[in-house]
C-alpha cells in the first residue's frame, strides 16, 4: 500500500497535468470507492473535451496526463524509475501505451516516444512554478481527500490564466 502523501503526489501529478493540457479533472481523490473495480489507492476522472482536441493532439495529451502522476511521484520520492517498470504504476504505462499507439504505431518507437515524454516531464516539474502547483493539490488532497473540478479551478486557474 502506499502512503497517502506519495498518493497524493501521484495524483497531483494528473490533475496538474490534465488541467495544464487544457483537459477538465471532473474529481481527483486519495480515497477512491473501494467497491466499483480493482483495488487502487486514488483515482482522477478526466474529461476530455473532443471539440478541442482531436487525432494526435489528443493522444499527445492522454499521454503526457497518463505519465504525469508517476513522474510527479519520482520527483517527489527521488526514486528515479521507469514508468513502465513499477507495478504501481502498470495501469498508467498501459493507458499511455495504448494512447501512444495512435502518435507511433511502432513498439520500439513507442517506448522511445513514453520515454522522451517522461523526460519532457521531469524538467518540466523542476520548474518550481510548477512544481508549486503540484504541492498544492497534493496538499489539498491530503486536507480534504477529494477534490472535484471547481476546487482545482479555484487551485489552478487565476495561475494558468
Given amino acids: 500500500m502506499t502512503d497517502p502523501e506519495t498518493s497524493a503526489y501521484h495524483e497531483a501529478g494528473h490533475a496538474f497535468m490534465a488541467f495544464y493540457v487544457g483537459a477538465r479533472v471532473r474529481s481527483v481523490t486519495i480515497e477512491p470507492d473501494w467497491d466499483d473495480g480493482p483495488e487502487r489507492y ?3 476522472r478526466v474529461e476530455w473535451p473532443l471539440d478541442r ?3 494526435r493532439e489528443l493522444y499527445e495529451k492522454q499521454v503526457m ?3 504525469a502522476g508517476p513522474v510527479a511521484e519520482m520527483h ?5 524509475y521507469h514508468p513502465g517498470f ?3 504504476w502498470a495501469a498508467d ?3 499511455a501505451w495504448q494512447a501512444a499507439a495512435h502518435v507511433t504505431a511502432a513498439e520500439r518507437d513507442r517506448l522511445a516516444y513514453l520515454e ?9 516539474f523542476d520548474d518550481s512554478d510548477h512544481w508549486a502547483r503540484i ?3 497534493a496538499d489539498n488532497l491530503l486536507a480534504h481527500e477529494t477534490l472535484e473540478a471547481e476546487d482545482l479551478e479555484d487551485l489552478l486557474g487565476p495561475w494558468l490564466r
Fill in 42 to 44: 486514488a483515482d482522477i
Fill in 53 to 55: 482536441f482531436a487525432g
Fill in 65 to 67: 496526463v497518463a505519465l
Fill in 76 to 80: 517527489f520520492s527521488g526514486d528515479p
Fill in 86 to 88: 513499477v507495478a504501481e
Fill in 93 to 95: 504505462w498501459r493507458l
Fill in 116 to 124: 522522451s515524454v517522461t523526460r519532457e516531464l521531469h524538467r518540466m
Fill in 135 to 137: 504541492a498544492a493539490i
